[in-house]
């Protein structure tokens, strides 16, 4: 069974400044999916970014990026130009590519802090 | 655009009573799935639903019944609560058939067992 860790319970960071929030995971498994879910005071569950296994180039989507480290098994996340509406529980998720099922192994989650 | 539904919102049940948490998608997604989530931990996988007429057990299935009623609803049902399964319910539905397709999640169901 695959397991998603994240070390950093708590992060903090001031506004405008530069942030990365770590996950590393254990597979097997050669083809997955991995995932960031931002969870708001709200309870929702809102996706921020995704990347494919087999894509080298890493994932951005605006101020978000990832650092996929295949090898290592490593996906942090970096939230550039921190906004105080940044402030949420992280959560780093695995899927695997050969499960009928999708489902998903979810990390212990980072609480985000974001400093005025 | 109402995506994935879940109710009720908040529920407050005894010990030894029963209840079934509903959950509704309008996105024509073949896959659904239950989660719970306890205080300062992540998602863990209850129930989930491949497809339309298909179930099958998660991480932590004891204590919960699931029925796949149609495409659309996938109710999770609790036949004598117990205080440990205090926790909110997140239901999420999924389009991908092995692909890149996210999960939505609904709003979560805060659920007290006293």
């Not at chain 1, 597979?27 to 005071?41: A, G, I, N, V």
């Not at chain 2, 007429?53 to 996938?74: A, I, Q």
């Not at chain 2, 999420?92 to 939505?104: C, E, L």
Request: net charge positive.
């Amino acid at each position: 069974a695959q397991t998603v860790t994240q070390s950093q319970p708590e992060m903090s960071v001031q506004e405008a400044e530069t942030v990365t929030l770590s996950c590393t995971y254990d597979t097997s498994e050669s083809d997955y999916y991995l995932f960031w879910y931002k969870q708001p005071p709200s309870r929702q569950m809102i996706l921020v970014i995704r990347q494919e296994a087999y894509k080298q180039q890493n994932a951005t989507e605006n101020r978000f990026s990832v650092n996929f480290q295949k090898a290592a098994k490593s996906f942090s996340l970096k939230i550039s130009d921190s906004q105080l509406g940044d402030a949420a529980m992280y959560f780093c998720a695995y899927r695997s590519a050969y499960n009928a099922g999708n489902m998903l192994t979810f990390g212990g989650g980072t609480r985000l802090m974001v400093k005025p | 655009n109402a995506g994935v539904t879940q109710t009720p919102k908040f529920q407050v049940l005894k010990t030894g009573q029963s209840m079934t948490l509903q959950c509704a998608q309008d996105m024509n997604h073949n896959s659904m799935y239950w989660y719970r989530q306890d205080p300062g931990m992540g998602l863990r996988l209850i129930y989930y639903s491949a497809s339309e007429g298909t179930t099958d057990k998660g991480e932590v299935p004891n204590g919960y019944n699931v029925s796949r009623l149609n495409k659309r609803e996938f109710s999770l049902r609790l036949e004598s609560a117990a205080p440990s399964q205090t926790s909110v319910y997140f239901c999420a539905s999924s389009g991908g058939d092995r692909g890149y397709q996210p999960q939505h999640f609904g709003d979560g169901t805060r659920l007290s067992i006293l």
